[in-house]
């Protein structure tokens, strides 16, 4: 008998250059992902789609609902933000990120969403204090593990206490694949290399990347950035050094996919980050069959939202149809294991 | 975050400012994925022909209300949403010719999910656009 299978799906916030450049509207890309086929699963990025959010003006719960029904779409996940530093001159405390983040989870509930995807900076004393409102909501809130942090970073471990305490089935996490890649994504040098970027510098940056990857070092997020900050500035490359730099320190990790089976019981969605394919249709950045092998013996049958990445280096390809390709491979891995 | 969209191409406003000056204006698009608060909006190195321009003869109009740039950060609850450009204004120029006028500012924002220690991230990018000017049409 064949196992129970993840389900595929999509977040909007994968055709953000068609979305931020007018050329598609959000009721354009959500009528695009229906009629391709490319959900079920619909991930929305509160802050990004709706005006005036975590306020849902009563036309846009019509309009979104409407869309879901007509096109048999399933909302598997409000993306919402912990904005820390939403004051200019301090940062919230706990209970005030725990009240500002309330509202976030009810427009979940409100738009048909079962969970919400937090982030980091909200502290382990702002989840405790806003469980009792996912409870009553019923919606799940899961923290994005996103590169380069991994399941056994400190703020992770931290998480991972408490919900050994609170033991709740509304907190869990949602795995970044992006915390797992196997190298920089080719798509990132051939991008730098068409805007003149030497060969040899893309080599030095790649060969760092590699180099740390191979190790058993794992340095944090701030000691990577400012390692390749300090790289791409010694290498002369000018407005090009920062984005680089985040490019290699921020976006690509280097966990281990075997390693997500740790908080296997506990993912509640997925985002299925992916950059750009080889002549193969193979995604070479991400190694998508060890991963999605190591969701399917965790049991995990929620939704894979792919998210395509590519676009901060190379806005030009149409967001459908790489994340058709990318559907395409997933449904070939998934019907292999 | 795509630096090419960040002065919108289109053509200036032209209008005579309070102390009978000439005042232009043109509309800048947030350089970032989802909406921020307002108060977190940086504007620097602008430049109009090349002649840097002082943050204080600058405004922008939010909600439909002209503010001194300098004002904004004292504003509470205001956003910038994603789609909506933010109109701004400079004051103090000598009058101003038809035909293109180089315009450059450096346009960001405080990203208050990501936290650098104790502050904020603050984005930004910078362009030089060439807009044309039709007093004419403008007025």
Known sequence: ?337 | MFPDRLIVPEELGVEEDAGGATAVTFRVRLPWYRALPMDGLHLSDVAFDGRPVASDRLDVEIDGTWRPYEDVAGLRDAWWFVLDPLRVRVRGLEPVADGEHKVTATVGARVPYIVLGTEALVIKETLTRALPLNARSAA
Request: hydrophobic share 40%.
């Open chain 1, 1 to 337: 008998m064949s196992r129970p299978l993840p389900k595929l799906g999509v977040t909007t916030y994968s055709f953000t250059p068609q979305y931020h450049g007018l050329e598609l509207s959000f009721e354009d890309i959500v009528r695009r992902i229906g009629s391709l086929g490319i959900g079920p699963g619909l991930e929305i990025v509160g802050f990004q789609s709706i005006k005036g959010f975590p306020e849902i003006p009563d036309d846009f719960v019509r309009l979104f609902r409407g869309l879901v029904d007509e096109y048999g779409l399933e909302p598997s996940c409000l993306a919402v933000n912990a904005d820390l530093g939403l004051l200019p001159d301090r940062l919230l405390s706990p209970q005030e990120m725990a009240d500002y983040l309330a509202p976030q989870v009810r427009a979940a509930a409100e738009l048909g969403f079962p969970a919400v995807r937090l982030q980091k900076p909200a502290a382990p004393e702002a989840v405790e204090l806003l469980l009792r409102v996912a409870e009553k909501e019923q919606v799940k809130m899961g923290f994005e593990i996103h590169a380069p942090d991994s399941v056994h970073s400190d703020w992770v471990m931290a998480l991972r206490e408490l919900y050994a305490r609170l033991d709740s089935p509304y907190l869990g996490f949602i795995p970044d694949f992006g915390s797992s890649t196997r190298r920089v994504s080719p798509s990132v040098w051939e991008e730098y290399r068409r805007r003149g970027v030497s060969q040899e510098a893309l080599d030095t940056l790649d060969a760092r990347w590699n180099e740390i990857h191979a190790s058993d070092q794992r340095p944090s997020e701030s000691e990577l950035m400012g390692e390749f900050s300090e790289l791409t500035h010694s290498l002369g490359l000018g407005a090009f050094a920062h984005p680089l730099a985040m490019f290699c320190a921020g976006i690509h990790g280097h966990q281990d996919p075997q390693d997500w089976a740790e908080i296997g019981s506990q993912i509640i969605h997925v985002h299925s980050k992916f950059f750009g394919f080889d002549e193969d249709g193979d995604e070479p950045a991400i190694p998508l069959a060890d991963l999605l092998k190591v969701l399917v013996d965790a049991g995990y049958t929620g939704y894979l939202s792919s998210e395509w990445e590519g676009w901060h280096w190379d806005p030009t390809p149409d967001a459908a149809a790489t994340v058709q390709r990318h559907h395409r491979l997933s449904r070939d891995i998934l019907e292999s294991l």
